[in-house]
């Protein structure tokens, strides 16, 4: 065992150092401090990094240094010193794949998991070394960490050897067949090797397009939840035939022109959609599994009626006798399920106290269609729409998308929207954010109610039957 393994470190691992920022116990730039340093003691000999901006890494450290004020909002790899394996293109730095052919050529743009980590908030020190272009060409003069004179695997060498020797916290590195897996145990560290294309690979030199995975290097494997929870988040489009990181999406609709802020106009109603035992119980097939904040929401839904403003709760309900229900049963036989005196399709008990002015049932996909709802909202002076509930049947979608059309402002509570599955959601969210509505937190929402004014007269919000807009 080489000697210099043996040393300690207070910033061995991404979570304990995670909670030392936290605590304030240590800055991003005494981090950043602390890794240098280790990267000067260390890498005379094992000669993992390709490319060290320190510079620029000192920068990015002073500016996260500003931002600890809130610190407990900050993702986990906030001010997380990490490497990337020199085949991810680094905007203003060198990518040159491991090879004279790309000797001094400077990247124009981040790859997409580079910007992703960017946005959480980690430090990018430099580049690592790799084989000529993460292939079977020549291999990097790097050392194994635990013995300089062993080879370190390859083709992701230097992120291997990187995080082995605690240069840095984490490293991003690639594998088409071993590239991966192979320095992770030759170096003693922890690998993440996704599934195929469950992380982008847009701005990352190829070796494979069929083959080629993106993944992470840490020293635990606690270390890698952290990366795969937080810095590599996922989301799929419908059908599962392109997959995308979530930044990545926001990156084609920000660069085409998409999500500007459409903003708050000055009076509002609240819709709620299907917050009923059916898509809220664990054990129903419908059930949402996603976090769903009911208590925020009922909290929005008072707030609204003390001002005075309309709340309204749709429930979908299947009709086999209505030409539309019937085809959406044939298309979503779950839909089948939700028949109007089911006990699955009451309101879910969080809400059952709830100031709803109106409560109704329809059988199709938006709460506009077939009804007079859009003309009673805007007969009262309404211009904002505040949407809530659960998504799963693409109702919240097709609400927002419609009532953009009818010319009211969108807007979307992330902490109150449900849907099957995480990356649904978000690949719905981003969605609706860069065309149709603005997505936001319960806290900006909720500020915003705030500001208006309450009603002068005792609110006349409650519950009522079924009314004129049931279908």
């Given at each position: 065992m080489h000697e210099k393994m043996l040393d300690t470190s207070p910033f061995a691992m991404i979570a304990a150092t995670r909670r030392q920022l936290a605590a304030r116990k240590v800055s991003p730039s005494e981090l950043l401090s602390h890794f240098l340093a280790r990267i000067e003691q260390r890498d005379g000999e094992i000669k993992a990094w390709r490319y060290l901006d320190k510079e620029g890494a000192r920068q990015r450290a002073l500016e996260l240094d500003q931002q600890m004020g809130a610190i407990a909002c900050k993702p986990a790899l906030f001010g997380i010193p990490y490497g990337a394996k020199d085949i991810f293109h680094t905007r203003g730095l060198p990518t040159e794949g491991g090879s004279k052919v790309l000797d001094g050529n400077i990247s124009s743009e981040n790859a997409s998991v580079i910007n992703k980590l960017d946005g959480m908030g980690a430090l990018l020190l430099g580049k690592l070394t790799t084989t000529e272009f993460a292939n079977l060409g020549t291999p990097p003069k790097t050392g194994n960490t635990w013995n300089p004179a062993h080879t370190p695997g390859g083709s992701s060498s230097g992120s291997a050897a990187a995080v082995g020797a605690r240069m840095a916290l984490m490293a991003l590195g690639t594998q088409t067949a071993g590239s991966l897996s192979r320095p992770a145990a030759f170096n003693g560290v922890t690998v993440l090797k996704a599934t195929y294309g469950r992380i982008s690979k847009a701005g990352v030199i190829p070796a494979s397009w069929s083959l080629d995975h993106v993944g992470a290097f840490t020293h635990t494997v606690e270390d890698n939840g952290e990366v795969k929870?937080?810095?590599?988040?996922?989301?799929?489009?419908?059908?599962?035939?392109?997959?995308?990181?979530?930044?990545?999406?926001?990156?084609?609709?920000?660069?085409?022109?998409?999500?500007?802020?459409?903003?708050?106009?000055?009076?509002?109603?609240?819709?709620?959609?299907?917050?009923?035992?059916?898509?809220?119980?664990?054990?129903?097939?419908?059930?949402?599994?996603?976090?769903?904040?009911?208590?925020?929401?009922?909290?929005?839904?008072?707030?609204?009626?003390?001002?005075?403003?309309?709340?309204?709760?749709?429930?979908?309900?299947?009709?086999?006798?209505?030409?539309?229900?019937?085809?959406?049963?044939?298309?979503?036989?779950?839909?089948?399920?939700?028949?109007?005196?089911?006990?699955?399709?009451?309101?879910?008990?969080?809400?059952?106290?709830?100031?709803?002015?109106?409560?109704?049932?329809?059988?199709?996909?938006?709460?506009?269609?077939?009804?007079?709802?859009?003309?009673?909202?805007?007969?009262?002076?309404?211009?904002?729409?505040?949407?809530?509930?659960?998504?799963?049947?693409?109702?919240?979608?097709?609400?927002?998308?419609?009532?953009?059309?009818?010319?009211?402002?969108?807007?979307?509570?992330?902490?109150?929207?449900?849907?099957?599955?995480?990356?649904?959601?978000?690949?719905?969210?981003?969605?609706?954010?860069?065309?149709?509505?603005?997505?936001?937190?319960?806290?900006?929402?909720?500020?915003?109610?705030?500001?208006?004014?309450?009603?002068?007269?005792?609110?006349?919000?409650?519950?009522?039957?079924?009314?004129?807009?049931?279908?």
């Open positions: 929870t937080y810095g590599l988040k996922v989301v799929y489009t419908p059908g599962g035939q392109r997959r995308y990181l979530a930044d990545e999406i926001q990156r084609v609709f920000s660069q085409t022109g998409f999500a500007h802020k459409i903003g708050f106009g000055t009076k509002a109603a609240i819709l709620v959609r299907d917050v009923t035992y059916a898509h809220m119980d664990s054990g129903s097939t419908l059930a949402i599994d996603t976090p769903f904040d009911k208590a925020g929401l009922h909290r929005l839904l008072t707030m609204a009626a003390q001002r005075g403003l309309p709340t309204v709760f749709t429930r979908t309900v299947y009709r086999p006798e209505h030409p539309f229900s019937w085809l959406w049963g044939k298309k979503y036989p779950f839909i089948t399920t939700l028949t109007e005196d089911t006990y699955l399709n009451r309101i879910d008990e969080a809400l059952a106290d709830a100031p709803f002015e109106r409560n109704h049932s329809i059988c199709y996909v938006s709460d506009f269609y077939g009804h007079d709802l859009a003309a009673w909202l805007k007969q009262q002076g309404i211009d904002t729409l505040i949407l809530g509930g659960v998504t799963a049947s693409g109702s919240i979608r097709a609400t927002a998308i419609e009532a953009f059309q009818m010319g009211f402002h969108v807007m979307l509570p992330r902490e109150v929207i449900g849907d099957r599955s995480q990356s649904l959601l978000d690949f719905t969210l981003l969605d609706l954010n860069a065309r149709y509505a603005d997505v936001l937190s319960l806290e900006e929402v909720s500020g915003w109610l705030a500001t208006l004014p309450m009603a002068v007269s005792e609110s006349n919000a409650r519950h009522r039957q079924p009314d004129a807009l049931s279908e």
